[in-house]
C-alpha cells in the first residue's frame, strides 16, 4: 500500500473533526457545559493530527 494511501483515512478523520466542530457550535448545544472544552480540543487534535502527518510524509519522501 502506498504511503500517500495511508494519510487518507487521517484526512477524513480531520474532515470529520471539521463537521463535529460545527455541530457543537450550533444553537442546539448552547446551554451545555462541555461545549468550550470540546470546541477547544477539536482544533487543537487537528493540529497534533497534522503534526504527525507531516513527520509521516517527510519520513516517507522518496527525493
Partial sequence: M???LKLIP???FCA???IIG???LSS???DANWLEYAA???PLSMII???FAF???IKNDER
Fill in 28 to 30: 442546539l448545544f448552547s
Fill in 16 to 18: 470529520f473533526l471539521s
Fill in 55 to 57: 513527520k509521516f510524509a
Fill in 22 to 24: 460545527h455541530f457543537i
Fill in 10 to 12: 487521517i484526512a477524513l
Fill in 49 to 51: 493530527i497534522v503534526y
Fill in 40 to 42: 477547544a480540543i477539536i
Fill in 2 to 4: 502506498p504511503s500517500e
